[in-house]
């Protein structure tokens, strides 16, 4: 069949029982942290919810959830621009080349 029983020990375990040194809390965690904090006082703490089939309910995208943007440019709630860019470089394809498409 081509397999060969090796009669050799198994090899020791090797030694686990070392030191980890532990250089503290990373200072891009440390710093998030504070972000994350500060932002929560200021707006409060985001809670994301699940719904009845388990996918996740996030806000909806209305003039109240950018009430800041809106009140700074006086647009009525019903003229208010999307946020989506629009008709830029209609004639561009992301898959052919600027040589075109071969």
Not at 14 to 29: C, K, L, N, Q, T
Not at 69 to 98: G, H, R, Y
Request: charged share 20%; glycine share 6%; with cysteine.
């Amino acid at each position: 069949m081509g397999h060969i029983i090796s009669t050799d020990p198994p090899a020791p375990e090797p030694d686990r029982d070392y030191f980890v040194p532990h250089f503290g809390e990373d200072e891009d965690i440390a710093f998030t942290k504070k972000n994350i904090a500060s932002a929560e006082a200021v707006k409060g703490v985001w809670t994301v919810k699940h719904d009845g089939n388990g996918a996740w309910v996030l806000p909806s995208v209305d003039a109240n959830q950018y009430g800041n943007f809106k009140a700074e440019n006086n647009w009525p709630s019903d003229q208010m621009p999307s946020l989506v860019q629009t008709e830029s470089e209609l004639s561009s394809d992301p898959i052919c080349s600027s040589a075109g498409c071969t």
